[in-house]
């Protein structure tokens, strides 16, 4: 089946350093792949939609110049958190659009972040 | 999107069916009912989905009234692996434009020995 690789699974920053994380379909191009943040105890909120050759589509209040997105081919797309605070601190999860099973969404394993 | 409401949190007994209820009253004609779970601190997984038929696999089964406005995600045996955040989510399906999945609250099922 279709899988989703998400890189790194945790990943530990100074505040004001940047981190990118990877999001790579493995088995399937995805032109459309979307990035999620999690809070505690909370559900998953859409950041972004990343899109094969173009700008990502940014959700009201998410900052673009502070998470860069970019999907330069069709099975792998960045999210690059740049000069982190603490507050930055979440769950990120990536996804992508299945072909194999009538459309529904592959989600990566995600990546929680930690910024000191 | 339409909106769904679901249980805060439901408890269930080790190999016992777990019933999973979804309302979805606002519900639109060309609209699919999917289900995801999310074990802690991993992503998301893909359970099922359906239109209007009744739709079975090695997961689960999916139950959608005649009028869609509910639906019942049903586990048949729950194991203590199971134990997740269980998300019921409409929106188009099919082979139209790709569009983001909207999750709500869901629902905490808790599978105890």
């Known amino acids: 089946g279709a899988v989703v690789s998400q890189h790194p699974s945790w990943v530990i920053c100074k505040s004001g350093t940047s981190v990118k994380i990877e999001c790579r379909s493995l088995d399937f191009q995805a032109t459309t792949m979307f990035w999620y943040r999690q809070f505690p105890k909370q559900s998953l909120m859409l950041m972004a939609t990343?899109?094969?050759?173009?700008?990502?589509?940014?959700e009201q209040g998410v900052e673009k110049d502070k998470f860069l997105i970019n999907h330069a081919s069709l099975t792998l797309s960045t999210l690059t958190v740049t000069s982190a605070h603490p507050e930055d601190s979440s769950f990120y999860i990536c996804s992508a659009r299945n072909p194999t099973n009538n459309y529904g969404y592959t989600f990566g394993s995600g990546t929680r972040l930690t910024v000191v | 999107d339409a909106k769904t409401t679901q249980p805060t949190s439901m408890n269930c007994a080790e190999g016992r069916a777990a019933n999973l209820p979804c309302n979805h009253s606002t519900i639109s004609g060309n609209e699919y009912v999917y289900w995801y779970r999310q074990i802690h601190s991993q992503g998301p997984q893909y359970i099922i989905h359906?239109?209007?038929n009744n739709e079975t696999n090695e997961m689960a089964s999916l139950i959608i009234t005649e009028d869609r406005k509910s639906s019942t995600l049903i586990l048949p045996h729950a194991t203590l692996r199971d134990t997740a955040v269980y998300y019921c989510?409409?929106?188009?399906?099919?082979?139209?434009?790709?569009?983001?999945?909207?999750f709500g609250s869901g629902t905490q099922l808790t599978v105890l020995p």
């Open positions: 989510i409409v929106r188009p399906g099919g082979t139209g434009s790709a569009r983001q999945l909207t």
């Open positions: 990343s899109n094969e050759g173009s700008k990502a589509t940014y």
């Open positions: 359906g239109l209007k």
